[in-house]
């Protein structure tokens, strides 16, 4: 039997998780990844890789809840597997603080992690400029390590890799039976989506082994991430800013902030600085439209937008994107159903 086609467009973290979804489930196909940046050039890579979210403003709660709670679940068995160290997924643990108590004082994934709770006035006592706290264990999935990681699996399943720029959607669709666009902020350009804008991201690897737990401010603009090589100082979120060179002042910004909550930072080596332009978007854009090519209709499923939840968000989506694959490869052409 002919196989079906399908091309999955990039290599981050929620085009690699969608290839591989796809290629382990749907047997009769045969899945092609191409991108023009892979691990670790890939904004997925510099990622602090925290699972935690905010809410997306138009997305049905319950829609991302199961894209949170599928993501954490799949990562757990990774973390609870032998594949952990390779995979750089494993469990962490911390607290999230608020100078003023938050409206909603229970996250909508705070069901999903691990023993969350408020924390006590005792331990609010080092943070005496924040008035309330969450304390809980997440996962951290480092992407460094859990792209080639996932690379391994999908090649593992009969998924081939090309390393090309696409540009164009229409051309492809003349070479795939299904496209499936995981772009992230390339979509700008080549699904023409001016939804899509970057949010830039600068970090700072600290050299601090000392540091075991993450501390997150709730504003979202500091937070210190201890990892497997090093531990990751955020952060800035600049709208529209598409500058990839590291900013000297917004690193010594993110130094004092993070020093401020954690003071033995300032004792702390900096080995390394990053910039990532996340995929921001209102809400992530997980759906599928039609192409027209030589007389075919091609089904074009999207997956990216996911601003600066990709990886939190990553397997979920991913499914999400498998399912609108396989209702396409089910559903009758239009003419047929005359
Ligand atoms: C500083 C910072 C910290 C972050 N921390 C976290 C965190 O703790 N937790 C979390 O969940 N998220 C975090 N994020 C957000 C996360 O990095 C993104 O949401 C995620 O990486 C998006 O993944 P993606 O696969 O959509 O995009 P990307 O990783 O950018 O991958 C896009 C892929 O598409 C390819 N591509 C694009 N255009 C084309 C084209 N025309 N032809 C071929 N290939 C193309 C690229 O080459 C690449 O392979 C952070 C981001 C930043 C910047
Ligand atoms: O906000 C955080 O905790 C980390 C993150 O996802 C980002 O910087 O995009």
Same mark, same amino acid.
């Given at each position: 039997?002919?196989?079906?086609?399908?091309?999955?467009?990039?290599?981050? %973290?929620?085009?690699?998780?969608?290839?591989?979804?796809?290629?382990?489930?749907?047997?009769?196909?045969?899945?092609?990844?191409?991108?023009?940046?892979?691990?670790?050039?890939?904004?997925?890579?510099?990622?602090?890789?925290?699972?935690?979210?905010?809410?997306?403003?138009?997305?049905?709660?319950?829609?991302?809840?199961?894209?949170?709670?599928?993501?954490?679940?799949?990562?757990?068995?990774?973390?609870?597997?032998?594949?952990?160290?390779?995979?750089? /997924?494993?469990?962490?643990?911390?607290?999230? *603080?608020?100078?003023?108590?938050?409206?909603?004082?229970?996250?909508?994934?705070?069901?999903?992690?691990?023993?969350?709770?408020?924390?006590?006035?005792? +331990?609010?006592?080092?943070?005496?400029?924040?008035?309330?706290?969450?304390?809980?264990?997440?996962?951290?999935?480092?992407? /460094?390590?859990?792209?080639?990681?996932?690379?391994?699996?999908?090649? +593992?399943?009969?998924?081939?890799?090309?390393?090309?720029?696409?540009?164009?959607?229409?051309?492809?669709?003349?070479?795939?039976?299904?496209? /499936?666009?995981?772009?992230?902020?390339?979509?700008?350009?080549?699904?023409?989506? +001016?939804?899509?804008?970057? *949010?830039?991201?600068? *970090?700072?690897?600290?050299?601090?082994?000392?540091?075991?737990?993450?501390?997150?401010?709730?504003?979202?603009?500091?937070?210190?991430?201890?990892?497997?090589?090093?531990?990751?100082?955020?952060?800035?979120?600049?709208?529209?800013?598409?500058?990839?060179?590291?900013?000297?002042?917004?690193?010594?910004?993110?130094?004092?902030?993070?020093?401020?909550?954690?003071?033995?930072?300032?004792?702390?080596?900096?080995?390394?600085?990053?910039?990532?332009?996340?995929?921001?978007?209102?809400?992530?854009?997980?759906?599928?439209?039609?192409?027209?090519?030589?007389?075919?209709? %091609?089904?074009?499923?999207?997956?990216?937008?996911?601003?600066?939840?990709?990886?939190?968000?990553?397997?979920?989506?991913?499914?999400?994107?498998?399912?609108?694959?396989?209702?396409?490869?089910?559903?009758?052409?239009?003419?047929?159903?005359?």
């Amino acid at each position: 039997m002919k196989r079906v086609k399908v091309l999955v467009i990039g290599a981050g %973290v929620v085009g690699l998780s969608t290839a591989v979804c796809i290629a382990e489930t749907l047997v009769c196909c045969s899945v092609t990844i191409i991108a023009e940046k892979f691990s670790p050039d890939t904004t997925s890579d510099g990622a602090a890789g925290i699972l935690f979210a905010s809410e997306f403003p138009d997305v049905p709660l319950g829609r991302q809840q199961r894209w949170f709670k599928e993501t954490i679940d799949h990562l757990l068995a990774i973390a609870h597997s032998p594949h952990a160290s390779d995979a750089g /997924v494993f469990l962490c643990s911390g607290c999230q *603080i608020f100078k003023e108590v938050p409206c909603d004082k229970k996250p909508f994934w705070s069901d999903f992690v691990l023993g969350f709770r408020n924390m006590t006035h005792q +331990e609010m006592k080092r943070f005496p400029d924040h008035k309330f706290g969450q304390t809980f264990t997440t996962i951290k999935c480092e992407c /460094v390590r859990y792209l080639p990681w996932l690379e391994k699996r999908f090649r +593992e399943a009969g998924g081939q890799i090309r390393c090309e720029k696409i540009t164009g959607l229409q051309k492809a669709a003349q070479m795939y039976d299904v496209i /499936v666009n995981c772009s992230g902020l390339g979509s700008r350009l080549l699904a023409k989506d +001016e939804e899509v804008y970057p *949010i830039r991201g600068q *970090i700072l690897k600290v050299d601090a082994p000392w540091l075991k737990n993450f501390i997150r401010d709730g504003d979202g603009k500091t937070y210190i991430y201890p990892g497997m090589g090093y531990v990751t100082l955020g952060g800035t979120r600049q709208a529209d800013d598409w500058r990839l060179e590291v900013d000297e002042e917004d690193g010594d910004g993110i130094m004092e902030r993070c020093s401020q909550l954690e003071p033995s930072l300032r004792k702390a080596q900096v080995i390394g600085r990053w910039v990532g332009l996340r995929p921001g978007r209102t809400n992530p854009r997980v759906e599928r439209e039609y192409l027209y090519a030589e007389g075919r209709r %091609v089904p074009l499923v999207h997956n990216y937008g996911h601003g600066g939840w990709g990886i939190t968000l990553s397997w979920g989506t991913a499914l999400d994107a498998l399912d609108l694959v396989r209702q396409s490869l089910f559903e009758k052409p239009p003419q047929a159903r005359l």
